[in-house]
């Protein structure tokens, strides 16, 4: 922005060289003003206070350490599984060192504070597609079930934090139904009623394929990829069991 104006100005009273001169000295003016804007802004995201900035590489995993706490704790119960399985994912997806780089950082300056689920949620939802949100949520129900069950306050977290991230109930109950075993879970899977029609079966399961097709995580880290797999074979199964149940 100054090097332009000062060129100009430089240009009116000596010229071509005046510009020139005007133009290195904006240039220096341009670069100081950056970092200082840089200074101001703290280069990061709080989502304790909800002030926003420049985002940093580690703006979302230490948002998703942040929600995976509120979903271990929301029970009342601090269980070493659910510890054990948000270590081992973040060391999968992030590598060793980085990991324990979030981890630290978490401890020292988010464990001890309020954390809002809200303006977490607020704050990475804009950032993320779609896809890659309920794969968070896919993760979290994850976290829930590392002791082998879904406690009603960690179904009612879950919930509430699938709201926030704007996840539609349907795609909500669908990733439900991947952990509770019922009856109609294969239709809950699709999306679908137990009395929907073979032609309504084929169609859903093409929608939901399509919806959780790994190769639309490509460009996200390898453990996303296999999340999505996982639903991905959860679907197939599901749409197996009807046909096998129709004789389709």
């Given at each position: 922005?100054?090097?332009?104006?000062?060129?100009?100005?430089?240009?009116?009273?000596?010229?071509?060289?005046?510009?020139?001169?005007?133009?290195?000295?904006?240039?220096?003016?341009?670069?100081?003003?950056?970092?200082?804007?840089?200074?101001?802004?703290?280069?990061?995201?709080?989502?304790?206070?909800?002030?926003?900035?420049?985002?940093?590489?580690?703006?979302?995993?230490?948002?998703?350490?942040?929600?995976?706490?509120?979903?271990?704790?929301?029970?009342?119960?601090?269980?070493?599984?659910?510890?054990?399985?948000?270590?081992?994912?973040?060391?999968?997806?992030?590598?060793?060192?980085?990991?324990?780089?979030?981890?630290?950082?978490?401890?020292?300056?988010?464990?001890?504070?309020?954390?809002?689920?809200?303006?977490?949620?607020?704050?990475?939802?804009?950032?993320?597609?779609?896809?890659?949100?309920?794969?968070?949520?896919?993760f979290l129900f994850n976290i829930?079930?590392?002791?082998?069950?879904?406690?009603?306050?960690?179904?009612?977290?879950?919930?509430?934090?699938?709201?926030?991230?704007?996840?539609?109930?349907?795609d909500f109950e669908s990733i439900?139904?991947?952990?509770?075993?019922?009856?109609?879970?294969?239709?809950?899977?699709?999306?679908?009623?137990?009395?929907?029609?073979?032609?309504?079966?084929?169609?859903?399961?093409?929608?939901?394929?399509?919806?959780?097709?790994?190769?639309?995580?490509?460009?996200?880290?390898?453990?996303?990829?296999?999340?999505?797999?996982?639903?991905?074979?959860?679907?197939?199964?599901?749409?197996?069991?009807?046909?096998?149940?129709?004789?389709?």
């Amino acid at each position: 922005m100054f090097k332009w104006i000062l060129a100009i100005i430089g240009f009116g009273f000596r010229g071509f060289i005046g510009a020139i001169i005007g133009f290195f000295i904006g240039s220096i003016l341009d670069r100081l003003f950056q970092t200082q804007v840089k200074i101001n802004s703290g280069g990061g995201f709080d989502p304790f206070s909800g002030r926003s900035a420049k985002v940093t590489p580690g703006d979302f995993e230490l948002n998703l350490l942040s929600l995976a706490s509120i979903v271990i704790k929301s029970d009342g119960k601090v269980k070493q599984s659910e510890l054990d399985f948000v270590r081992g994912y973040f060391v999968q997806s992030f590598g060793k060192e980085r990991a324990n780089a979030v981890f630290k950082t978490f401890n020292e300056v988010v464990k001890n504070r309020e954390i809002s689920a809200e303006r977490i949620c607020a704050y990475i939802r804009p950032r993320l597609g779609y896809e890659v949100r309920l794969q968070v949520l896919h993760f979290l129900f994850n976290i829930a079930n590392a002791d082998g069950h879904i406690s009603s306050a960690e179904e009612q977290k879950l919930m509430q934090i699938a709201n926030y991230l704007r996840i539609g109930r349907s795609d909500f109950e669908s990733i439900k139904a991947m952990f509770f075993k019922s009856a109609d879970d294969a239709y809950k899977i699709l999306e679908i009623d137990a009395n929907a029609s073979n032609e309504e079966v084929k169609k859903a399961y093409r929608k939901m394929a399509k919806k959780y097709h790994p190769d639309k995580l490509q460009h996200m880290d390898e453990v996303y990829q296999k999340g999505a797999q996982e639903k991905f074979n959860k679907v197939q199964d599901a749409y197996e069991r009807i046909q096998k149940e129709r004789g389709m």
